[in-house]
Nanobody, 128 residues
Framework: QLQLVESGGGLVQPGGSLRLSCAAS????????IGWFRQAPGKEREGVSC????????NYAESVKGRFTISRDNAKNTVYLQMNSLKPDDTGIYYCAATRTTTIRAVCLMRTGWYNYWGQGTQVTVSS
């Protein structure tokens, strides 16, 4: 069974850092583009970042550029989201998602409908 499991969320003060992990089980991530999304209470789910299956392309939402970094370690079957200089507006449930890309490996999109597999999410709360 294909599963994605997020971890690393928690409560952090403004200006702090967290590193989220997205671990895959039941399949290898080598040919999957991965996206990170978040959803705040009362708001729609929004794209935060994504990384292509080749690892050569990354995209970020304007609100997180320069603060968040996405990376992948295929040997560990895991994708990471390093989040620095966190702000209260970063609060929400963070989800990772995967979609298989075998022919176009240099593309990733921050669109929810492009992804086939989703994790259960991990809560991130930025508050003093």
């Amino acid at each position: 069974q294909l599963q994605l499991v997020e971890s690393g969320g928690g409560l952090v003060q403004p200006g702090g850092s967290l590193r989220l992990s997205c671990a895959a089980s039941g399949f290898t991530l080598d040919y999957y583009a991965i996206g990170w999304f978040r959803q705040a209470p009362g708001k729609e789910r929004e794209g935060v970042s994504c990384i292509s299956s080749s690892g050569g392309t990354t995209n970020y939402a304007e609100s997180v550029k320069g603060r968040f970094t996405i990376s992948r370690d295929n040997a560990k079957n895991t994708v990471y989201l390093q989040m620095n200089s966190l702000k209260p507006d970063d609060t929400g449930i963070y989800y990772c998602a995967a979609t298989r890309t075998t022919t176009i490996r240099a593309v990733c999109l921050m669109r929810t409908g492009w992804y086939n597999y989703w994790g259960q999410g991990t809560q991130v709360t930025v508050s003093s």
